[in-house]
């Protein structure tokens, strides 16, 4: 049994180009799809989040429309009552990247407004891709490759193939016309090559250690995949 290291976001809000809060937090499926998959392999998950905050959860991401109806749904947020590992959550801070034999983001826009800026963070992030530890992260948790930031300057994700959320999908999702800046453009100016797979589509890339999905539909592949590099 390992220990693999969950890192949410702590925003309950994404903070629009007009200065708007929208509503937001990690989304449910990108959570509990992995965490399902880790720990019915027998891993232990801890939960870390910027200050040691409660994350939220995007509550549209509990809405039935998005989940394949309402059985699922209620599914869903069942099994997020189960995850009592997100009542506790350490401060990201003071994790200790040895305990862990891998590390995972999910998305949901609550990423773009915290993790994309969090120090600590990006800290973690150079740390674990230097250590050659499976680091899985799923549709918009990308956003937190844009603090890895090394001390020339450079980010440490430039020249690393990898998917996130596209801008096609959130203009499909009817947010793109209001964000102050989109992911894969951001990622792409990082330097970080983006493979886009179609819209809402499972589509997952893996590029070394690192293993990254495009939206809520790659969180269960993401998973596979971490599991397959855990060995």
Known sequence: MSKILFVMTGADHWTLADGTAHPTGFWAEEAVVPYRAVKAAGHEVVVATPGGVVPPVDRASLAA?????????????????????LRTPVKLAEVDLAEFAAVFYPGGHGPMEDLAVDAESGRLLVAALDSGRPLAVVCHGPAALLAAVRSDGGNAFAGYRAAAFTNEEETQGGLAGQAKWLLQDRLTEAGVEVRAGEPWAPHVVVDRNLITGQNPASSAPVAEELLKHLG
């Open 65 to 85: 429309q998005v989940n394949g109806g309402q059985e699922k749904a209620d599914e869903i947020a069942r099994a997020l009552e189960e995850m009592t590992e």
